[in-house]
Nanobody
Framework: QVQLVESGGGLVQAGGSLRLSCAAS????????MGWFRQAPGKEREYVAA????????TYADSVKGRFTISRDNAKNTAYLQMNSLKPEDTAVYYC??????????????????WGQGTQVTVSS
């Protein structure tokens, strides 16, 4: 089993920045692609960003492109989501996810095998 723990969420004013972290433990040698998703109240969980096993390939939802950056440090078994120029509509619970195998990036929820518990991000106007 793999455990994922997110941290770094909080309350920030519009235009501000936050950096989320996702620390993996357990059978970490099996973790390959990772992703970030978010869920706002009353809405479906949606894809935000994804990264392949090496960090060499990244992809982003159009709504965050140019503002968010996904990265990973495999030596630390940790993935990150740097969020800049935050907007009130970015308010949501943010989840990281990991997939057991694969060489690409993945943007669909069912493609992921493990999920964290989520961290709240609130952006005030």
């Amino acid at each position: 089993q793999v455990q994922l723990v997110e941290s770094g969420g909080g309350l920030v004013q519009a235009g501000g920045s936050l950096r989320l972290s996702c620390a993996a433990s357990g059978r970490t040698f099996k973790i390959y692609p990772m992703g970030w998703f978010r869920q706002a109240p009353g809405k479906e969980r949606e894809y935000v960003a994804a990264i392949n096993w090496s960090g060499g390939i990244t992809t982003y939802a159009d709504s965050v492109k140019g503002r968010f950056t996904i990265s990973r440090d495999n030596a630390k078994n940790t993935a990150y989501l740097q969020m800049n120029s935050l907007k009130p509509e970015d308010t949501a619970v943010y989840y990281c996810a990991a997939k057991d195998s694969g060489s690409s990036v993945y943007i669909q929820k069912p493609q992921y095998d493990y999920w964290g518990q989520g961290t709240q991000v609130t952006v005030s106007s």
